[in-house]
């Protein structure tokens, strides 16, 4: 089974840098990624980390350490846009996908 | 970018009713398809795996005759709630994996079930 903590909540300022940490235990790691989730609306993908390291994309960046079950979401230059659940979820052999709870971010002005 | 479409959107239904979900991928094949359901400020929770062609994988705990999974073609997917009831009440979300060698899934827009 899998075992994915996540905060529940964080808030940031319009322009600011937000971390979301994700630390998991799990048996057949095959990758994290990380979702972006809007209220009543879709999961949409922001990154998949297989290997360890930082994987940069545009104002998102997503890094991971298996050694460590370990991973976290950066989002630089926040914008009001940005408002929303954050999901981490742990891909478990070739399909499963298990999610964490979510964090919800709150960017204010 | 591939797309996937859910049908309905919202549902509101008798205690005691049926409902179908349809989950359809718009513009790839999608080899293998995923239910999920998310309870308020809660995590999606994964129900079952349906490939194309074939009986679906429920995960423990799912009553596979009362969420009944049908994966007829390459492109929908059904879900169907048999005699509801206002626990069932939630969002069920699908997902679609197209090429066998990407594990990324594509989310529809899911559907909000409402059991009265």
């Known amino acids: 089974g899998q075992n994915i903590d996540q905060p529940t909540e964080m808030t940031a300022t319009e322009g600011a840098i937000v971390q979301i940490n994700c630390t998991y235990q799990?048996?057949?790691?095959?990758?994290l990624f990380w979702y972006q989730q809007h209220a009543g609306e879709a999961p949409t993908f922001l990154s998949y980390?297989?290997?360890?390291g930082l994987e940069e994309k545009g104002r998102f960046s997503s890094f991971l350490s298996r050694s460590k079950g370990y991973s976290y979401l950066l989002l630089k230059e926040l914008q009001m846009k940005d408002s929303a659940s954050y999901l981490c979820?742990?891909?478990?052999?070739?399909?499963?996908?298990?999610f964490g709870a979510g964090t919800t971010v709150t960017v204010r002005a | 970018g591939a797309v996937v479409s859910q049908h309905p959107s919202r549902v509101i239904c008798k205690s005691g009713t049926s409902v179908k979900i349809e989950c359809r991928s718009l513009?790839?094949?999608?080899?293998?398809m995923f239910w999920y359901r998310q309870f308020p400020k809660q995590s999606l929770m994964l129900m079952a795996t349906?490939?194309?062609?074939?009986?679906?994988?429920?995960e423990q705990g799912v009553e596979k005759d009362k969420f009944l999974i049908n994966h007829a073609s390459l492109t929908l997917s059904t879900l169907t709630v048999t005699s509801a009831h206002p626990e069932d009440s939630s969002f069920y979300i699908c997902?679609?994996?197209?090429?066998?060698?990407?594990?990324?899934?594509?989310f529809g827009p899911g559907t909000r079930l409402t059991v009265t």
């Open positions: 513009d790839f094949q999608a080899t293998t």
């Open positions: 979820a742990v891909l478990e052999g070739d399909y499963k996908l298990s």
């Open positions: 799990t048996s057949g790691f095959n990758g």
């Open positions: 980390n297989v290997l360890d």
């Open positions: 997902s679609a994996r197209g090429e066998t060698n990407s594990y990324e899934q594509y």
């Open positions: 349906s490939n194309e062609g074939s009986k679906a994988t429920y």
